[in-house]
């Protein structure tokens, strides 16, 4: 979504199928205080389109 929104092309994934569970770093900023965020967070991901 974030993708196209942006200008971007998507599609199937040559690949199949990405499941499994991905870490993303969070970083604080002037529009995001780290007051209660953690620094990282673990999300659970299931698509075939990159």
Known sequence: V???ALG??????AGGWDIGVTSV???PSA???AHGIPSSISVI????DE
Do not use: M, N, Q, Y
């Open 8 to 13: 971007g092309k998507t599609g199937r994934a």
């Open 2 to 4: 974030l993708c196209r």
């Open 45 to 48: 991901e299931c698509h075939r």
């Open 25 to 27: 770093k969070i970083l």
């Open 31 to 33: 529009s995001l205080p």
